[in-house]
């Protein structure tokens, strides 16, 4: 019985979607009308990204002070977000980044004093909506731009405080200013990955150009630190289909096997398209034993059916 449950036990861990830490991740904004509750998003997600906290004052924002408006409760997401939130990191194995900024809501950290105070205020975000493991800036965009050296001091304080916290970016794609200031992030130690995004602008969400323009992202950061954003919308311009994106990233995956992963844009969208990018694109993404993974998958149900009556 030991030997079965070895055998068992091997075989999960071998198909195991998350064996080599890539990410699937998806945005979950907080302002539609009913949404998916934290812990019934498709599995295939194992990074969410709470979207999104905003600058009190509006931008660039006064004080540095951030706040976060709670999601509607049509399905209970407001209610129990902070159980859910727990629910997902420690029964899922799930990260949960909040994102900052984003949708025009620049900010500006000019000294510490700001600085200080926007740390403070994500630290009682812990205590408020339930203990995110990660931070996405998302706070330089258009007009605004990184103050570099602030967000670097933010960011190993939070990493101090709170060991194994994720540190984001969702660059523009196409900015010298966006790749030197995620360089510096990176080379602090101040930044885990950045996911440039590649929709919502002319020609973003091409194939040929999300290809060709990763390679200036790799090569300013290095593979490990590099994530691709899709926004899957069918029928939208500067926007793709899930198969546009599966053919996207199997050529991105030929050429760079160890690319971070990816991310889409939004999981509220792809549950109303029927969880497409989550369950086409987030395999092609964890599943290292390609090959092998339909025997394993396979022998892994067969054995656990086979033998399940000796565990009961």
Known sequence: ???????????????????????????????????????????????????????VG???????????NRPRDGRGANTHLKEDI??????QNRSIIL??????????????????????????????????????????????????????WISLELKRRYPGFLITAPPAAWSKRDLAFCQAMVQAGAMDYAAPQYYSGPNLANQSYIVNNTDRWVSALGVSHVVVGFGINPGVRNYMTVDQAVATWKELRNKYP????????????DEALGWGFANNVGPLVTVTTNDCQP?????????????SPFFL
Do not use: C
Request: avoid cysteine.
């Open 99 to 152: 994102s900052v900024g984003g949708a025009k809501n620049g900010m500006s950290f000019p000294n510490r004093t700001k600085s200080q105070t926007f740390l403070d205020s994500i630290v009682s975000f812990q205590e408020k909506i339930g203990a995110f493991n990660g931070l996405d800036w998302n706070t330089f965009e258009a007009e605004q731009a990184p103050d570099t050296d602030e967000m670097i």
């Open 1 to 55: 019985m030991l030997t079965i449950l070895a055998i068992v036990s091997i075989l999960y861990l071998i198909s195991s979607n998350n064996i080599d830490g890539k990410i699937v991740g998806g945005y979950w904004p907080n302002w539609v009308d009913s949404p998916i509750r934290i812990r019934d998003v498709n599995m295939n997600y194992n990074l969410i990204y709470l979207f999104h906290a905003q600058p």
């Open 295 to 307: 025997f394993f998958s396979f022998m892994l149900s067969f054995l656990s059916f086979l033998f």
């Open 86 to 91: 727990l629910y997902a990191k420690t029964v």
């Open 258 to 269: 160890d690319l971070r992963g990816v991310f889409g844009w939004q999981i509220h969208k």
């Open 58 to 68: 509006g931008p660039p924002g006064t004080t540095g002070e951030v706040y976060f």
